[in-house]
């Protein structure tokens, strides 16, 4: 009888140290940070957006006037002119130009939600707003990534009519209003452009 209980003493030991080591596991697992990581990285990496609107938020932007665009400051140089701009008459009009575009990337990349922090980069190549015609504007967008400066969709040359997006506002609002209304849907327009987003591995950060 003595030897019999001595067997399952035996046996109940063993078990107990047989299952230690799988706890001890389990327990290390849970706080495994190299695994969390690869896990991380292996989400980023199987997420591949096709447009830049999905694939980053825009952190900082950079609107560029360059000084060699001819201003208008008299109707007779209408035709040969780039900027075209009637706004506060004490204000260079580069500057003014530049503040509408500015206004216009806050309102147009404000829906742009991905996990790539971007830099959003505007060449203003002509601002068009006559009294007799339809205002309209040229410039080069560019996105790049803000961690390292590479381009994460090739730059984009866009031309767009000023006057072909609905007005938000009442008839009696500044012109300038309406514009940076119309620029920035042409802006979120090139970044929802699906294949716009030149796909790259991602990183953890």
């Known amino acids: 009888m003595k030897h019999h209980k001595l067997l399952i003493a035996l046996a109940c030991a063993a078990a107990v140290s047989g299952c230690a080591p799988a706890d ?14 690869m896990s991380l990285l292996d989400n980023l990496n199987a997420y591949q957006p096709d447009t830049l609107l999905d694939a ?38 580069r500057d003014q130009v530049r503040a509408i575009f500015e ?23 002509r601002f068009y707003n006559p009294a007799s015609e339809a205002p309209s504007a040229e410039f080069i967008l560019t996105v790049v990534d803000a961690r390292n400066g590479n381009p ?3 730059p984009r040359q866009v031309a767009v009519e000023l006057s072909s ?41």
């Open 56 to 93: 980053v938020h825009i952190q900082h932007t950079n609107v560029s006037v360059p000084d060699h665009l001819r201003v208008a400051q008299t109707p007779n140089l209408l035709q040969s002119a780039d900027i075209v701009w009637h706004g506060e008459a004490d204000t260079d009009r």
């Open 24 to 37: 001890i596991a389990s327990r290390n697992a849970m706080y495994d940070t190299s695994s969390t990581r």
């Open 165 to 205: 997006f609905a007005p938000p506002v009442a008839e009696a609002q500044p012109d300038n209003a309406v514009m940076i209304h119309d620029l920035a849907r042409a802006i979120e327009q090139q970044l929802a452009t699906p294949g716009s987003y030149k796909r790259t591995k991602l990183a953890a950060y």
């Open 152 to 154: 994460l969709a090739e």
């Open 103 to 125: 206004a216009a990337i806050r309102q147009g990349a404000v829906t742009a939600y991905g996990p790539v922090p971007a830099a959003l980069e505007v060449e203003v190549l």
